[in-house]
């Protein structure tokens, strides 16, 4: 049996209905954690993304491989919700040492083939509120219960470690974005001993993925042929496992500020995907492109 590295830890992830959030929620769960599950997702009453998953389902992953998750739904763009959840994780757990930042839900908002100024302004502004304001508002309240204790880990999940265009406007300001917030955060609670690291996947074989080149887990590779850089693609549990070994590095803080990746920390910590493998689209990026990234 595995150690559990993070027994006593109470872990909020915000977005763990699908995707990274789904994985890193479960990694921490593996790895001892409490973990508070959200979203807006639930039985019944589905996001506008109209995906099947639930954070009830992410609960349940956890809850049935003998971890601890606890799931509440929640519009990490609406503070009174926000409040609310901390105020219920204060009062039953009375800290949060590990904050995860993953609320994007801007797939069906983001016009790939549009230039900024052919693009819907509503659906481009949209996407800042929903992706960039949800992650402000979170921090906001969950800071001084990490403060508190004066320790902890913040992780902002975004898409790449640096500020290039990355084919969209709109998407391309939201993320680089998220590194800017993680860069400036870990200024302001440095002094409270409160790490913040963003951090990337790969190229992410996701559910939303999976469905888009109709394919399942098992024959993933047949997307291939669809997109044959879906080579070097990445479960969830990759970027989940990435997390998880940092909120155990009690050297965590050494990172605070910066932008990293999950080939890069599965090099330093050596971890594997959940089929054994260690995708590492930094390196297969630059083979192909000429680029580091």
């Known amino acids: ?28 769960g593996e790895a001892g954690a409490t973990v508070y599950v959200t979203g807006r997702s639930v039985r019944g009453n589905l ?14 992953i956890i809850n049935g491989s003998g971890g601890k998750a606890i799931w509440v739904r929640t519009d990490h763009t609406k503070p009174e919700e926000v409040k609310s959840l ?7 757990q ?14 069906p908002y983001i016009q790939w083939e549009k230039k900024f100024w052919e693009h819907s302004l509503e659906n481009g502004l949209k996407v800042q509120r929903t992706c960039i304001d949800s992650h402000l508002i979170t921090n906001f309240f969950a800071a001084p219960l990490m403060i508190r204790n004066a320790s902890g880990l913040v992780v902002e999940i975004t898409d790449g470690t640096d500020y290039r265009y990355r084919g969209n406007v709109y998407y391309t300001l939201v993320k680089s974005s998220v590194i800017n917030l993680a860069r ?3 200024e302001e609670l440095k002094p409270h ?26 024959n993933w590779k047949d997307a291939v042929l669809k997109d044959p850089h879906f080579i070097a693609s990445e479960t969830p549990a990759y970027i989940g496992r990435a997390v998880a070994c940092l909120a155990a590095d009690e050297n965590a803080f050494s990172k605070t500020g910066t932008a ?8 330093e910590y050596d971890f594997e995907d959940k089929d054994g493998t260690k995708p590492h689209w930094g390196r ?5 492109f000429g680029e580091d990234i």
């Open 260 to 267: 990293t990746s999950s080939w890069k920390l599965s090099e």
């Open 284 to 288: 297969y990026f630059k083979e192909k």
């Open 94 to 107: 009375g800290k949060l040492d590990i904050l995860i930042n993953d609320v994007w839900g801007g797939d």
């Open 193 to 218: 001993g409160i790490a913040v690291v963003a951090i990337t996947p790969g190229f992410l074989r996701s559910e939303a993925m999976l469905d888009y080149f109709g394919v399942g887990e098992s």
């Open 86 to 92: 901390i105020e219920k994780i204060d009062r039953e």
């Open 184 to 186: 400036s955060l870990s």
């Open 47 to 60: 996001s506008e993304m109209n995906r099947k998953e639930t954070i009830e389902e992410t609960a349940e």
């Open 1 to 28: 049996m595995k150690p559990k590295r993070l027994e006593g830890k109470v872990a909020l992830v915000a977005g763990a209905t699908r995707g990274a959030g789904r994985g890193i929620a479960i990694a921490l």
